[in-house]
């Protein structure tokens, strides 16, 4: 028998030795026990972290809707699967149950077929945070597509990038999309986007704000009357268990983003597994994750793991702040929400308002609070802790990657003690290391330097999308033979690891992981500059906030600057999107550089947070001088 749903401390460490020590036969039980296969695999892992290659479930055949959906009709139909709240309170919410959600996805998937989409077709999805959003996914699913959702939030640029990185032949968006009191014209984002997709044959598109929008001819199509016409029965194709299932971009420190490959049996095994346990989830519970489907949480944490159990996973579509600040707490209370998974930077937005926002709402039916994204604080820790949880609902600060496919480091409610600051222990069958400056693995103890996970699991990454090569140099070859993670660690007395936070040149700005090479490159288009350097600095609400560093080409009066400064502050919205905005652009005679010519952004960071005493020896820089002017006129 697999320990399935793990409750108690030595439960936890019991499994987890198995874990370690037969991962096989653990992974195997757990995979055979809950889910449906076509076929059974013929073997549970193959691996190797040198080429890199690795292999969950080889040989078996599935499909991973058969196991969120279809898995649950005879004793869930009337269940809800998703429940969808919209932006505006005063709009109904919606009941999807089970059997609709089968319904709807298998008309879909129908649609998607008669316009020509096969297995292993790439199409995008460029959605806002509705239903059809979910259904997209899994039609996708159904019929073996391989799905490559854009954040609604990306630019025209950043989502034709994507478009064309993984040659999607297909689009499905929206006319508009809601965000508090304003409405975003999505589709004349994609119609800009796709002048340089030539690619894309067409484009389904959902009504939601009844937006007018221009309509082209010949690729454009409404998707309701196709749906309304489609057969509500599809046949799921039969996918090996490493058939890719989907692609999802995230931003390295160099270069473009990086297409993260996720394939189908591993995944979905670690999705649900990770769910059950971390959420502590029930039958009847009502879960709540805040996060976009466009990132990695919502795909593993509103879609694919909770569905694959069966649960009943609630859907908003607006902002926190939208009628006012009481906007999350107001649904906790009305739809009884038990679970509840956030981010530390609208924790801490929201920890500033006045207390009445929280006071006024019943938030009894809380059971576990969750966090994800970058480290959470102490003081935001607390006041989750107190007067969001009442001390009753332990957080579950969840440390994972859009590479890691699930949840990695985390307490399990109601298991693992929790301590402020601290993701605490790996999750069952996770194997982290700490390495020190010598790239040695450091064993025992009160230890820190940079987190790796030694072992497979079965949630991990395969490939980045057409570029393996680039998948061995990001993750495996820092340290031979372990899968790096970018991040650096803590392991305290009794083994709890404490994320200290990104090594490398990725800034955590409000949870979006933005690397600033791409920042860097939109600045430097603007004709007036010659070169640019962008860092993180503290910042309240959002984590860290961007700081650029701007070399102009001449010289300007200072009158200009303001224009200079919004002109590339446009820029970066134009190629990226409104969240890699810069705070602070300070312009400068020159960049610190090494004598091989690489800024030196550790002194720019310094300097940016005004931590002058500490800059380290500067002399052998290949231009010193540039450092006190630009010390003198830090911003
Ligand atoms: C990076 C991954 C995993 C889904 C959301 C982000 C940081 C994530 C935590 C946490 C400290 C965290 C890391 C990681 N991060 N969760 N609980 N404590 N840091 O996915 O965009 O791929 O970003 O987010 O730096 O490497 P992502």
Known sequence: MSNYHIKHLEEYYQVYRKSVREPENFWG????????WRKKWDKVLSWNFKTPEIKWFEGAQLNITENCIDRHLLNRGDKTAILFEPNNPDEEAEHITYKQLHSRVCKMANVLKDQGIKKGDRVCIYLPMIPELSIALLACARIGAIHSVVFAGFSATALSSRINDSDCKLVITSDGSYRGTKSIDLKGIVDEGLKDCPGVKSVLLVKRTHAEINFHEGRDQWLQPLMDKADSNCAPEIMDAEDPLFILYTSGSTGNPKGMVHTTGGYMVYTAYTFKNVFQYTENDVFWCTADIGWITGHSYIVYGPLANGATSLMFEGVPNYPDYSRFWQIVEKHKVNQFYTAPTAIRALAKQNISFTEKH?????????????????????????????????IVDTWWQTETGGIMITPIPFVTPTKPTFAT??????????????????????????????????????????????????????????????DGAFRDEVG?????????????????????A??????????????????GVPHDI????????????ETGESRIHDNLRKEINQMITEHIGPIAKLDKIQFTNGLPKTRSGKIMRRIL?????????????????LNPEVVDDIKKNVL
Not at 450 to 468: D, E, Q, S, V, Y
Not at 518 to 535: F, L, W
Not at 542 to 553: D, H, M, P, R
Not at 606 to 617: P, S, T, V, W, Y
């Open 605 to 621: 960071r310094k300097i940016a947070c005004r931590d002058m005493e500490n800059l380290g020896d500067t002399s052998t820089l």
């Open 425 to 486: 222990l790996p999750f069952i069958g996770i194997q982290p290391a700490i390495m020190d400056a010598n790239g040695q693995e450091v064993t025992g103890n009160q230890v820190d330097g940079r987190l790796c996970i030694k072992f497979p699991w079965p949630g991990m990454a395969r490939t980045i999308w057409r570029n393996h090569q680039r998948y061995k140099e990001t993750y495996f070859s820092t340290y031979p033979e372990y899968y790096f993670t970018g």
């Open 496 to 516: 709890y690891y404490r994320i200290t936070g990104r090594v490398d040149d990725v800034i955590i700005v409000s949870g979006h992981n933005l690397g600033t």
């Open 542 to 553: 959002k984590g860290s906030a961007l700081y650029g560093f701007v070399t102009l080409k």
């Open 362 to 394: 019943d938030l009894t039916s809380l059971k576990v609070l969750g966090s994800v994204g970058e480290p959470i604080n102490e003081e935001a820790w607390h006041w989750y802790n107190d007067v969001i949880g009442k001390k009753k609902s332990p």
């Open 518 to 535: 791409p920042i860097e490159d939109s600045i430097n288009e603007h004709p007036a500059v010659s070169e640019s350097a962008v860092v």
């Open 29 to 36: 039980e757990v995979a055979e026990e809950h889910f449906l």
